[in-house]
């Protein structure tokens, strides 16, 4: 009979149990040290601006009434507006302020609060619209003349007389003078094959052209001879005059002064009619202080007229019956190209044959 060493039995019977209850309970481990993370600072606000609320509009001619308050009620002496280079003082907790510069679109100021022996700056996230009911127009067709079907048109304007066209597309973009009645060139330049050509317009005796997205414009002679290239920021749409100032628009709400001279950025505006900015602003043409403006959109053929002083849209031009859409459809055949001259205005379309001569009727 073989004999069974109770020593070795007896040890086995006691770890199976003892593993048995590990796995069920858990065995006790190594205590694991805990590193508590360190929080960045905070600057902590003590003061809360009541109103206007954060993303508040207002019509453009509103007096807004600005209250702060400390969250422990301490007494705010004052308070210190900033905005376009200016500011105001105010005392106490709350004022009433009407901006000088009367502009739609989001305001840049700033609030400071002086409370014992301390200040804290508050940046205020408002909005003006358009206070304005735009004025509707509709228009009479007074003359017709020929225009090349296969110029996909970016700038329109007259420089002496003379019609003046700026193309796009990459391989096939022009600065071109045209005669107005018979349509023939006078002259044309091609611009290099990696450049879309964009909107044109003429200061003095020079023509400038820019580009959509090489932020690269042209200056040329009144003979086109390129005589000057210049960089800015941001994608070119449409180019037209003010003064003594270049107006530029990039696809979006946002119209910008430029300096003709060097194409510096001078300032800049934001469209808005009465709820909404204007995106999609594009070709564009000054009569007086008015910036009349295509968008590019299918959806409506319509010319938006822009107060230049203030970013309001005061006139709204539906053009629609003027090109057959049954024919020309889609967004490569839209409203692209608004001419003035001699008190009278013209519009066309990209690769569209022919350009319009019309009068203004108001419908409103």
Partial sequence: MKRVNTKAFSFIHL???????????GCPTKEKKI????SSPRIR?????????????????????????????????SIRLEGDGRYKIFKGNHFE????????????????????????????KIKFVSNLNPTRYTYELVNTYPHNDKSYTQGLFFHNNYLHESTGHRGSSTIGKYDLVTGEIIQVANIENKYFGEGATSWKEKI????????????YDTNLNRIRTFNYSGEGWGLATWG?????????ENIYFLNPEDFSQIDRLQVYNQTNKINFLNELEVIGDDLYANVYTTKSDEIVIV???????????????????????????????????QNKLFVTAKWHPQLYEIS?????
């Fill in 244 to 252: 003594d100032t270049l107006v530029m628009s990039d696809g979006s």
């Fill in 360 to 364: 203004l009727i108001n419908v409103q």
């Fill in 15 to 25: 770890i199976i149990p003892f593993f048995f209850l590990c796995s069920i309970v």
């Fill in 208 to 219: 400038f052209q820019i580009t959509w997205e090489s932020q690269i414009a042209f200056a």
């Fill in 307 to 341: 107060d230049l002083l203030t970013g309001r849209v005061k006139g709204i031009i539906d053009l629609m019956g003027l090109i057959d859409r049954s024919k020309y459809q889609g967004i490569d055949h839209v409203l692209n190209g608004i001419a003035f001259n």
């Fill in 35 to 38: 590193v508590k993370r360190k």
């Fill in 45 to 77: 606000k003590e003061i809360n601006l009541i109103t206007p609320k954060k993303g508040s509009i207002f019509p453009l001619d509103s007096i807004i009434l600005f209250n702060l308050e400390h969250k422990k009620n301490h007494l705010i002496d």
């Fill in 97 to 124: 302020w009407q901006p000088e510069r009367h502009r739609t679109g989001n305001t840049q100021i700033s609030i400071t609060a002086y409370f014992k022996g301390k200040k804290e700056k508050i940046y205020p």
